[in-house]
Every structure is written in structure tokens, then in C-alpha cells.
């Protein structure tokens, strides 16, 4: 029975969270009043868990909260049901984009909307570097890794790896 | 089927390598699905994050489905949407076994502190590359700064800011058409 009630909870919130990951952050809340899947305090470690490890950070919650709530089996289905509404929703978009990129006014929209969602970007940028740079070391580090990456234009991932090493030799 | 292979070896080595949320993505998706792989444009990849911020649900799952629908259908999709979810799955189950003594590693931490970092600088990369190629005339600009001022200072949701932004352009364009027309 405990599967069904996590099914539907993660379902809604796949429904209901419009936007980034952490905007499933207040229904997880919810469900804490809600459930004793898992506590407040627990949420809480969950989010600096799901902020540092891979995977997106909507997934990475659900994937939590279900294994708290119901073990292995629970993760599994929490994060299948979060999962689903975006998949059926994309691939209807995805039929429909097909059909309507050439139309005129669609193109004026999406010519429109590029700019603004660089900026959203830029946005969650400033919020990862405030919570990230906070002293001069933090700096060099970034100052680095940026002209490493506007020199050589590498892979993302090796940048990565260089950045934990950088961590770990530093003691950031 | 080896196609269906290789699209859920690619996500599942991005879901692996995105620390963070959906735009901590972008760098990766940029570098795997529009500069080596030539599946969609930069301006498609764009166009797909608006789409994300309007939609429910992760934007990262949004942009996996998508690209595996429009590669190989409705197979497609959901070999790449598992392909980005395997990752997370495993590591997290894993992490959420042994979370407290591997949170309070020192090395772990230094580590991560180290990513955080990098994180910032990929996304201000990736912006930069983006912004020359997107932002070339005053009503893009005027966007690009109108937006973020409404996201830093206004405090008001991504939803919003995309629907704006679309109504602003769609209505310029309107109007030109028809001043053009007499």
C-alpha cells in the first residue's frame, strides 16, 4: 500500500513542480507534515546530499525520500512516478514542435524567449557561484578553471575532475 | 538497437556527470547533443529549456525525453530518460545506506567544494558562447537584461519570466509585419 501512496504523491509533484529541481523542494516539505517517510531535519540533509551528488537534483530527491520511506522498491517508485507526467508531456510537445517550428509566429515566440532563458540561467549561475566562492582561494579556483576551459575547450567532465583534485589539494 | 544503445549510454553518462540541478546540465548537453553529435542546434537546446521552465516536471528529464523522441521515437524516449535516471538511482540508494559517514568525509567535502566551483564556472562559459550567438539585436538585449533584473530583483517565477518574454516578442513581431506590409 505504501507504494501506491508514494506513486501518487511523486506523480503529483512530477505534475504540479514547473521549472527547476528545486522547486520540488516545498511539496517535499508537505509531505513531511503529511507522511513519516521522513523528517524535516532529514529533508534537509537529503537537499545537501542532492545538491552534491550526480544526477538531477529532482530525481536524486525522489530517489531519497523513496528509499527512506519503503527501501529499495520505494526509491524505484517515487522516481518512476515523478518521472512519468514530464515523459507523456514531452513527447506530445516534441509531436507538436515537429508540426509548428516553421510557422511564423511560433518562430518570433521562441526568438523572444531564448534571451530570457539565458538570463534564468545567469541567474542560477550567481546562485551556485554565491554558495560556492566564498573566499579568495575560491577565486583562483574559479578564475583557473574558466581560462582552462576558454583556452581548450575540452570536455565538461575532465573540468570537473580537475575541480575535485583542485578540492582535495587546496582543502576548499 | 545499437542506436538505442548508444542514446542510453549517452544520457546515462550525463545524468552520471550533472551535479546539480537542470541548468548545471546545460554545459554537458551542449558539448555531447549539439557540438559532437550534431542531434539538435544550439538554439533548439534553448528553445528546449524555455519549453522545460513552462512544463511540469525536471528539466533534465523535459530535454532527455525530448531528444530520444526526436531521435528515435517513442522508444527513443524512454531509453534516454532512463539512461539519465540510472545514475541517480543507484548512487543515491547507494549514499542513502552510508549518508552520514559519507557526508562527514573530509576529502569527500573538499571535493565537492572543488565541483561546486566548477560548476559556476561551466555555466558562466556556456553562457558567454550562448549570449554571442543569441543576443544579437537591441530587442534580444532588451530581453536577456529585462529578464534578469525580474529574476534577481523581482523575485518573480521562471514561468512568468518565459511567458513574458514570449508575449513582448511575439507582439513586436506582429506589429513590424504589419508596418512592413504598407
Not at chain 2, 525536471?58 to 517513442?74: C, D, E, H, M, R
Request: glycine share 10%; hydrophobic share 55%; charged share 15%.
Amino acid at each position: 500500500m505504501i507504494y501506491f501512496w508514494l506513486f501518487w504523491e511523486f506523480f503529483k509533484i512530477g505534475l504540479l513542480a514547473i521549472g527547476g529541481g528545486l522547486v520540488t523542494v516545498p511539496f517535499l516539505f508537505d509531505l513531511a507534515e503529511k507522511y513519516d517517510w521522513f523528517s524535516k531535519a532529514e529533508l534537509t540533509d537529503m537537499i545537501a546530499v542532492s545538491e552534491s551528488t550526480p544526477g538531477p537534483i529532482g530525481v536524486n530527491m525522489a530517489t531519497f525520500a523513496g528509499f527512506n520511506a519503503a527501501g529499495i522498491w520505494g526509491g524505484i517508485t517515487a522516481t518512476f512516478a515523478l518521472v512519468l507526467p514530464s515523459v507523456v508531456i514531452m513527447i506530445i510537445i516534441a509531436r507538436m514542435m515537429q508540426k509548428y517550428r516553421c510557422n511564423i509566429r511560433v518562430h518570433d515566440i521562441l526568438d523572444g524567449i531564448r534571451p530570457a532563458v539565458l538570463a534564468l540561467i545567469l541567474f542560477a549561475g550567481i546562485q551556485v557561484a554565491k554558495i560556492a566562492i566564498v573566499g579568495s582561494l575560491e577565486i583562483l579556483v574559479f578564475a583557473i578553471l574558466l581560462a582552462m576551459m576558454r583556452i581548450w575547450h575540452k570536455s565538461p567532465i575532465l573540468y570537473l575532475g580537475v575541480a575535485a583534485v583542485l578540492g582535495i589539494v587546496f582543502r576548499l | 538497437m545499437r542506436d538505442l544503445l548508444s542514446l542510453f549510454a549517452l544520457f546515462f553518462k550525463i545524468g552520471l556527470f550533472t551535479f546539480g540541478g537542470g541548468y548545471a546540465m546545460l554545459p554537458l548537453l551542449k558539448d555531447e547533443v549539439v557540438n559532437k553529435r550534431r542531434f539538435v542546434s544550439d538554439e533548439e537546446l534553448l528553445d528546449l529549456y524555455s519549453i522545460g521552465q513552462c512544463t511540469p516536471g525536471i528539466i533534465s528529464i523535459n530535454v532527455a525525453t525530448f531528444i530520444g523522441y526526436q531521435q528515435k521515437g517513442i522508444g527513443g524516449a524512454v531509453v534516454a530518460t532512463s539512461g539519465i535516471v540510472l545514475p541517480s538511482l543507484i548512487i543515491i540508494t547507494l549514499v542513502a545506506s552510508i549518508l552520514q559517514q559519507f557526508m562527514d568525509n573530509r576529502y569527500v567535502a573538499y571535493a565537492f567544494a572543488g565541483i561546486r566551483i566548477c560548476v559556476a564556472a561551466l555555466i558562466a562559459d556556456v553562457i558567454y558562447d550562448l549570449a554571442k550567438k543569441n543576443i544579437k539585436n537591441y530587442m534580444a538585449g532588451i530581453i536577456f537584461i529585462g529578464a534578469l533584473v525580474l529574476s534577481v530583483w523581482g523575485n518573480l517565477s521562471a514561468v512568468w519570466i518565459v511567458l513574458i518574454a514570449g508575449g513582448c516578442a511575439l507582439a513586436i513581431g506582429e506589429v513590424s509585419r504589419k508596418v512592413k506590409k504598407r
